[in-house]
């Protein structure tokens, strides 16, 4: 089982929909969670980081259920410049010095 | 721009030959991570270095090896080349030894071709 599990899609919306991500782990010890974004051929970027009592950036809610080991991203009124692939990011700390990437979820937002 | 550069962009090898992949980390991080990450999948953490010295490692085998210098730029290395290994490399530099906000700042990446 992989440490780290995204539906890999593609997630294929139209523009101002709204799209919804989730992300489960496997280590209870994971401390830090963050969402990044990576377009095609490019590096990942940081999106945003991920906090039990959740946390919104404009358009983009991230969730954290601690319990279910489950981390969601929302995404309300989509744009074209949203399509992208969205990583599910874990740190587990302490003695873990890596990031944990899923292997994305590939959104597509269509005119 | 995150002020990460890496080195060179593209690469194409052939099985068993070497390889030297550099990076330059952002200005004022001691701290570099090496991910490589495989067609469709997301990044796999190989190594890190933390003043010049391995911080943590990844399931990655000897063959790949790494050096972090005075200025923290890094370089990875890896031997015997195979065709698994064909994918893209990414630097990222970070501030503290376990990246302790968890924010890593990712160069472009160098792609990586074993023919």
């Given at each position: 089982?992989?440490?780290v ?26 401390q ?80 | ?47 890190q270095?933390?003043?010049?010295e ?54 472009p ?7």
């Open positions: 089982r992989k440490e599990e995204q539906d890999p899609g593609p997630f294929n919306v139209p523009e101002g929909a709204t799209v919804a991500f989730n992300c489960t782990y496997s280590n209870s010890a994971s830090s969670f963050f969402w990044y974004r990576q377009d095609c051929r490019k590096e990942p970027k940081l999106l945003m980081s991920v906090y039990s009592s959740g946390n919104e950036d404009g358009r983009f809610t991230a969730q954290l259920n601690r319990a279910s080991q489950y981390i969601s991203l929302l995404i309300r009124d989509s744009k074209l410049s949203d399509s992208a692939t969205y990583l599910c990011v874990v740190k587990s700390d302490p003695g873990r010095r890596a990031l944990t990437f899923g292997s994305g979820t590939r959104l597509q937002v269509q005119p | 721009e995150t002020g990460v550069t890496q080195s060179p962009t593209h690469l194409i090898k052939t099985r068993g030959q070497q390889v030297t992949l550099r990076c330059s980390s952002q200005s004022g991080h001691n701290t570099v991570s090496w991910y490589q990450q495989a067609l469709g999948q997301g990044p796999q953490f190989i190594f270095y933390y003043r010049e391995e911080n943590g490692r990844g399931n990655f085998p000897p063959r790949f090896s790494g050096l972090q210098f005075p200025n923290y730029s890094s370089e990875l290395n890896v031997n015997a080349l195979e065709l698994d290994d064909s994918a893209l490399y990414l630097c990222a530099s970070s501030g503290g030894g376990s990246g302790s906000s968890g924010e890593q700042f990712f160069g990446g160098t792609r990586l071709t074993v023919l």
